[in-house]
């Protein structure tokens, strides 16, 4: 993924600045040129570049440090800032409870705007609003097809007609029928055109007139790079209420180049397509965005995702409080595992703790996922009773387990060792020993509502706190 490279080239940059003894103009400048290179390889816009780099450079040997801050750490602040504003600035698409939203999706053929429309509905049914589809792409053979398989994946309302021909009658219909089904979010789908913008944007009048829209979405594709600029330029000055969705930022040598150069345009990007999977959409937040790419993480975008999940999975408080009382059995380490394969690609949530999303090597990554995923099928092989009660596991029901999952013993014996290891880390974090401060004491103090409230811990005198 040519994005990961972009992060793990700013990354070793930035560490060459950390090991370095004494920082002057030198490692100031070669620093710099670290960076113009591994933007330039992303394809972000030479100029855009160029005077992003020239303000890192003067702010870097001119600006003052502010009070208890380090100057190394002032530099990796202001390429930081300086990389977040390159990405544009932050807008969310807010919606109201009780109330309905339109929106109407637009793009050229091929942008992946109809997968994009699942996306939006559900990331919006996962955070509690009712959402429904509405398929008024009526000049693309197979459309009506493929978004109403879409809507059954993420379980929400659909309305299309694959006979019908006028796509504006259509789109009306749609709405109106969600209106009095009072739905909270209306996503309106529209026919790509191929190249041509003008046909594009005409449609794009033509049906919002009939609809009225609260808002046009237009989605872009990340592959085109700094061509991305025109697209956006033209839709922001055809409407008003506009907004962008780039898609595809997950494995193109320009996913950097389309950022930057629709931010450039001063036009709102509030989502960005990060995956193949319907859960691979991501509230574009400039400064979340670089963090990852810096290697800082993102730990609030992890804590909402958890939450979601725990939500989903209606998980129990009890359930939670038993594991943080130490009573941590193989059956939890398996929902757990279950829980977390939800949440979305393993390496993708790596990249939201900081440190490790750009330093843990990609074939050890890679590794890891298999690892997790040979422990999910060992446990599979067990009895609900061996689940429940680790200690049970003697040679003769190992080498049973090894045999009835195709791993071998010392695969299972892997799994137990880390079975093992979880509890005591458990253990240390209620006995108070835990770390203090970080991502992962934030994680705890922010576990869900519902489950947060009903755990007790020890502190280190042992009484309940």
Do not use: W
Not at 65 to 93: C, D, F, N, W
Not at 117 to 139: E, M, N, P, Q, Y
Not at 183 to 208: C, F, N, S, Y
Request: proline share 4%.
């Amino acid at each position: 993924m040519v994005l990961d490279r972009l992060g793990r080239t700013l990354h070793s940059a930035l560490r060459k600045l950390t090991r370095t003894a004494h920082v002057d103009e030198r490692v100031v400048k070669e620093l710099v040129r670290d960076i113009q290179r591994a933007l330039l390889q992303a394809d972000v816009n030479v100029e855009l570049v160029l005077e992003m780099t020239k303000r890192i450079e003067k702010r870097a040997l001119e600006e003052k440090i502010p009070p208890g801050m380090a100057r190394k750490e002032h530099i990796i602040k202001i390429v930081y800032e300086e990389l977040s504003t390159l990405m544009g600035r932050p807008a969310q698409l807010q919606l109201k409870p009780g109330e309905f939203t339109i929106l109407l999706m637009v793009g050229l053929q091929g942008s992946g705007k109809t997968t994009s429309v699942a996306k939006l509905a559900s990331h919006f049914k996962k955070r509690g609003f009712k959402v429904g589809i509405v398929c008024a792409d009526t000049f693309r053979p197979g459309a009506y097809e493929q978004l109403s398989q879409l809507g059954q994946q993420v379980d929400t309302r659909f309305f299309g007609d694959p006979k019908a021909k006028d796509s504006i009658k259509l789109a009306k219909k749609g709405v109106e029928q969600f209106k009095k089904e009072h739905l909270e979010l209306i996503v309106v789908d529209t026919a790509g055109r191929h190249r041509k913008e003008e046909a594009l944007m005409e449609e794009m009048r033509q049906i919002a007139k009939s609809i009225g829209p609260d808002e046009i979405m237009l989605v872009v594709d990340g592959t085109i790079g700094q061509q991305a600029k025109e697209q956006a330029a033209a839709f922001k000055t055809a409407t008003d209420i506009g907004s962008i969705l780039i898609t595809k930022l997950d494995g193109t040598a320009k996913g950097g180049g389309a950022l930057s150069a629709v931010a450039a345009t001063d036009a709102p990007i509030k989502f960005i397509g990060v995956g193949e999977h319907l859960d691979d959409l991501e509230p574009f937040v400039p400064e979340r965005f670089v963090a990852r790419l810096l290697g800082m993480g993102d730990i609030e975008t992890l804590l909402k995702r958890i939450e979601e999940t725990a939500r989903a999975e209606e998980v129990k408080p009890a359930d939670m409080k038993a594991i943080l009382a130490g009573k941590l059995t193989l059956q939890d380490v398996y929902s757990q595992l279950e829980m977390m394969g939800k949440m979305g690609p393993f390496k993708k949530l790596m990249q939201m703790i900081p440190g490790l999303g750009v330093t843990i090597p990609e074939e050890q990554m890679r590794v890891g996922e298999e690892k997790l995923k040979r422990f999910k099928v060992i446990m599979q092989s067990m009895t609900p009773e061996e689940l429940e009660n680790p200690k049970l596991l003697n040679a003769s029901r190992i080498r049973r387990i090894a045999r009835g999952s195709g791993t071998s013993e010392t695969d299972v014996k892997e799994l137990l060792k880390q079975y093992e290891f979880m509890k005591k880390m458990i253990k240390k974090m209620i006995k108070g020993r835990g770390p203090k401060f970080g991502p992962f004491a934030k994680l705890m103090k922010q576990l869900p509502k519902g489950i947060s409230n009903n755990v007790e811990t020890k502190g280190a005198s042992g009484k309940s706190s």
